[in-house]
């Protein structure tokens, strides 16, 4: 019985499992066979199956590696087929038509040392193979060699005149070197040497398009379908032409017919409808692609966001858990779920969720993605940074993961390190205006301002609409002393977007900067009006309300910061200094314990008046305050740092100041004083090598902080550096001759004086 029952099992299984038994190397030959039979029916997806059957069979079995890849691409799966193609060519290293798929996959995900490298192979062998000529002139190209790509090009066409493909290349990189009438030419040539390719007619549409010719362009893509009324590319081509020029009714019936040649274009179609808010419309042709085996996913992915976008949130997790338990490990729909997730704030959830698909398919490229954006939202830096840095090795010239890798990078005040990303960036995507902004930001607060300035000014003159290039750019003047400058371009940047955050701070900063304090009031007075509960605009408000010494309305906005984020840490630090330097420590003693004794949940009064018995050299009571914060709200960050800086600080409990610092780093990872508590914490647990990683990251954020860079050369002392303890030492007195600790670390510089 035990063997009969295995043998259906074997049967009932030989469409999923691909090796019950029999020979390895005839089974991968007949998974090959039935992947091409479903090509020759355009069933790409049952192809895909097949052909991967066969490599399961085979691992280096590089034709169905290119087959699969092949099949990859025709579905719209260039990440898979990236993947594939490379791997292919590796295998077959003399086969021309893997290298040259390769070379262009690469190509497409910017890889251009690589595609040239594949090109190069080819070229080797036969040095007028045109397909490779032409590959190696547009990694040329991608590698900023524009004449010698041109070369290249203009090779190609001497080995085959007629190749009109070869002449909308060289017509596009003659444009690129501002040769317009050359480009003009090239591409009309195309069309003249072949008159009816779609193609040819599409790229010169495309080149009028780009030049401002609408009505070249329109009759260009025209032609083209009039050649093929059924080329998706011409189909396409005329309906994004209508939709980007304000004539969207138009691409409606081409959407239509577009959206008969495959669940692909169905899907599309339906896209079309959800980004013209048509939700009904989208619904409909959704629920129809459903029923089909190909539409299942995209049309329920679809179907979910549709329901969470219109506030059916059980609905949408319901409809995207239907999608995972027919594939548990479809990536669309893993990410979706995710992103779900972190939408409800249930930030865990999202990273296990990605976590999980991470561990099944270390290539999940959508599940990498979200883990990191995961952490960024839950305010987690240093783990969003490890999280798009291992992302950033998978896709090396990704631009949005370089983009947040920067962003990361610059809010944690290293600007240097975001610089190193932005550079390569810009210079592979010199038509990107953020890639252009960030760079622009870095140099400016590296103190670059000649470079940053050229760059800032750059993108005001392309974006004269962007608020956020002309906020930059006075910020910029402000920086460099010209004030006047400045203001002008602050002038501008309001005049474009008044409710600008960014434009709000830096005139304010003005103001405050030349005294103006009447006018900086108005400016808060009236964003507050709009938005009284933001955080901050609420420490905005605190900071000019000091500035102009409105003590009533600086201690009303900062508690209202407070109130709003509760781990608002430099709303805490102004209230408290602000009641230290009136002089009225004992008066908000007396008001605080009132509300504590009122409040159900007094968490934030019991961290302020920690924060006031701890300046008032009370520690024992400033000790119970932060601890019944703590045990109302085992997440209030404040009070989780101070308490954590007192026990290490007085060298008492040192294991719990350290889980309290940790505790209070996992809610404030930007804030220099918290990790500067964390390091203090690990220098006092004798982990010198943790404390000055701790120590370096509050120094970064905080670079003019004596006291920091005080024990941090501590830290480096005790880690065995003598050179980098000295060199931040002496930097501390640099900074500060007068600081609470000179005087220590005058006397430990004497000591490395006497042992050196």
Not at 82 to 93: K, M, N, S, T
Not at 300 to 318: E, S, T
Not at 502 to 520: H, N, Q, R, T
Not at 611 to 635: F, S, V
Request: charged share 25%; net charge neutral; proline share 4%.
């Amino acid at each position: 019985m035990r063997y009969w029952s295995t043998v259906v099992v074997c049967l009932a299984l030989a469409g999923t499992f691909t090796a019950c038994s029999g020979d390895p190397q005839k089974k991968k030959l007949e998974f090959v066979a039935s992947g091409d039979r479903y090509v020759a029916q355009n069933n790409y997806r049952e192809a895909i199956i097949q052909y991967r059957n066969a490599v399961a069979q085979d691992a280096r079995y590089g034709e169905a590696r290119l087959k699969l890849a092949m099949a990859y691409e025709a579905v719209g799966e260039p990440a898979n087929a990236f993947g594939e193609y490379v791997r292919a060519a590796d295998l077959l290293p003399d086969n021309t038509e893997a290298q040259v798929r390769a070379g262009r996959a690469l190509l497409a995900a910017g890889q251009y040392p690589e595609a040239r490298a594949r090109a190069q192979a080819v070229l080797s062998k036969n040095p007028k193979h045109v397909e490779a000529l032409v590959l190696m002139g547009n990694a040329l190209a991608g590698l900023k060699d524009l004449d010698g790509a041109i070369t290249q090009m203009e090779q190609a066409l001497d080995e085959n005149p007629n190749y009109s493909l070869g002449f909308a290349n060289l017509g596009t990189l003659q444009l690129a070197k501002g040769q317009r009438e050359a480009a003009e030419a090239a591409y009309k040539r195309a069309v003249e040497m072949e008159p009816n390719s779609v193609p040819a007619h599409l790229n010169l549409g495309s080149y009028f398009w780009a030049a401002g010719n609408l009505q070249g362009a329109e009759s260009e893509i025209k032609a083209a379908l009039a050649i093929d009324p059924k080329s998706v590319s011409a189909i396409r081509a005329l309906a994004a032409f209508y939709m980007l020029n304000g004539r969207r009714p138009e691409a409606e019936p081409l959407m239509k017919t577009y959206a008969e040649t495959g669940t692909d274009a169905k899907v599309m179609f339906a896209d079309y409808y959800l980004a013209d808010g048509k939700l009904k419309e989208a619904s409909a042709v959704l629920q129809e692609l459903a029923q089909t085996k190909d539409g299942f996913v995209p049309a329920k992915v679809r179907l979910a966001m549709i329901d969470k976008q219109q506030g059916r949130g059980d609905q949408a997790y319901q409809t995207i858990d239907e999608v995972l338990k027919a594939q548990p490990d479809e990536e669309r729909a893993v990410e979706t779920k995710a992103r779900f997730l972190m939408q409800d704030k249930r930030f865990d959830d999202a990273i296990k969720l990605a976590d999980a698909a991470i561990k099944k398919d270390p290539n999940a490229i959508g599940s990498l993605f979200v883990r990191a954006t995961a952490y960024e939202q839950k305010r987690q830096t240093d783990e969003a940074l490890k999280a798009f840095l291992e992302l950033s090795q998978k896709v090396p010239n990704a631009l949005p993961v370089q983009l947040e890798i920067a962003r990361l990078n610059l809010g944690r005040n290293d600007p240097k390190a975001a610089l190193d990303v932005l550079g390569a960036a810009v210079k592979a995507n010199p038509n990107s205006s953020t890639a252009h902004f960030l760079y622009g930001q870095a140099l400016m607060r590296t103190g670059d301002l000649n470079a940053a300035e050229r760059e800032l000014a750059g993108m005001v003159k392309a974006f004269p609409k962007s608020s956020d290039a002309l906020a930059w750019l006075g910020l910029l003047y402000q920086q460099k002393g010209d004030m006047a400058k400045a203001r002008e371009m602050l002038a501008k940047a309001a005049a474009v977007d008044p409710k600008s955050r960014v434009v709000l701070g830096a005139l304010v900063g003005l103001d405050i900067a030349e005294k103006k304090y009447d006018s900086a009031r108005s400016r808060v007075d009236v964003a507050l009006a709009a938005a009284p509960k933001d955080a901050e605009l609420l420490l905005l408000a605190g900071n000019t309300y000091v500035a102009a010494q409105d003590v009533k309305k600086a201690t009303s906005a900062l508690e209202g910061a407070i109130a709003a984020d509760p781990n608002n840490m430099e709303a805490f630090g102004k209230l408290a200094l602000l009641y230290h330097t009136q002089g009225r420590l004992a008066d908000a003693k007396k008001r605080y314990e009132e509300l504590a004794a009122r409040e159900q949940r007094p968490v934030v009064v019991n961290t302020l008046l920690g924060m006031i018995n701890e300046m008032e050299k009370n520690t024992d009571e400033a000790r119970k305050r932060y601890q019944a914060a703590l045990e109302l709200d085992p997440q209030a960050g404040v009070a989780a740092n101070n308490l954590a800086w007192m026990y290490a600080d007085s060298g008492e409990n040192l294991d719990i100041a350290l889980q309290l610092a940790q505790a209070a780093k996992s809610q404030m990872p930007n804030v220099a004083e918290v990790n500067d508590t964390l390091g203090w914490a690990y220098y006092k647990k004798g982990l010198a090598s943790l404390a000055v990683t701790s120590l370096s990251d509050a120094s970064r954020l905080a670079p003019k902080n004596a006291s920091i860079q005080y024990r941090l050369g501590l830290a480096h002392q005790k880690n065995g550096d003598t050179l980098r303890a000295r060199q931040t030492l002496e930097q501390a007195l640099k900074l500060d001759p007068k600081f609470p600790e000179a005087e220590d670390a005058r006397k430990v510089l004497a000591e490395l004086d006497r042992k050196s």
